[in-house]
T-cell receptor
Framework: NAGVTQTPKFRVLKTGQSMTLLCAQD?????MYWYRQDPGMGLRLIHYSVGEGTTAKGEVPDGYNVSRLKKQNFLLGLESAAPSQTSVYFC??????????????FGPGTRLTVT | AQSVTQPDIHITVSEGASLELRCNYS??????LFWYVQSPGQGLQLLLK??????LVQGIKGFEAEFKRSQSSFNLRKPSVHWSDAAEYFCAVGLTNFGNEKLTFGTGTRLTIIP
């Protein structure tokens, strides 16, 4: 199993450009998440999905959109990139249920720079 | 709403010394508790988790953590650190009822090991 994979690993955008980050998981997980990580701020939840075709806003959703058309994929879009979106983006997934299934599995991250 | 506090932004210890990283949470009930580790340039890896039962939990890489309900704490410990333990450590809280699809992360503690 590859676990959680993210594409691309690095990207540089100019202000106003758009892009899509792809997250894929092969663990048949119901829940998927997008976080951003900034120095001194830990991980902040952008959007998440509790199943195919569903999405919900997290803590910092402004400027981002997401889609979950297939269970294994979760896309994060930036329609008009801003320098404030320079960050490292992590995708995570977890299974359905309670207790030990609460563990989230993380991808390796995408480092995005907006100039 | 639940919250997580990691009071130490940066800790430096000598190789072979003991380690304790602090984590305090705010939540009306006993939450699910996690410690994750992030090596430079990598994603997050689960070290250990607490759901119920024995309040001292063992994790990977020789780490353990103790849940203390009276202090709302879940501190991470290791009796003797190795240079490879240099990383950033995140404590996370998961709810046990409504809203339990999400985790709340602390801001992290960066661990430096000196020879």
């Amino acid at each position: 199993n590859a676990g959680v994979t993210q594409t691309p690993k690095f990207r540089v955008l100019k202000t106003g450009q758009s892009m899509t980050l792809l997250c894929a998981q092969d663990m048949n997980h119901e829940y998927m998440y997008w976080y951003r990580q900034d120095p001194g701020m830990g991980l902040r939840l952008i959007h998440y999905s509790v199943g195919e075709g569903t999405t919900a806003k997290g803590e910092v959703p402004d400027g981002y959109n997401v889609s979950r058309l297939k269970k294994q994929n979760f896309l994060l879009g930036l329609e008009s990139a801003a320098p404030s979106q320079t960050s490292v983006y992590f995708c995570a997934s977890r299974g359905l249920g309670t207790g030990h299934s609460y563990e989230q599995y993380f991808g390796p991250g995408t480092r995005l720079t907006v100039t | 709403a639940q919250s997580v506090t990691q009071p130490d932004i940066h800790i430096t210890v000598s190789e072979g010394a003991s380690l304790e990283l602090r984590c305090n949470y705010s939540y009306g009930a006993t939450p699910y508790l996690f410690w994750y580790v992030q090596s430079p340039g990598q994603g997050l890896q689960l070290l250990l988790k607490y759901f119920s039962g024995d309040t001292l939990v063992q994790g990977i890489k020789g780490f353990e953590a103790e849940f203390k309900r009276s202090q709302s704490s879940f501190n991470l410990r290791k009796p003797s650190v190795h240079w490879s333990d240099a990383a950033e450590y995140f404590c996370a809280v998961g709810l046990t009822n409504f809203g339990n699809e999400k985790l709340t992360f602390g801001t992290g503690t960066r661990l430096t090991i000196i020879p």
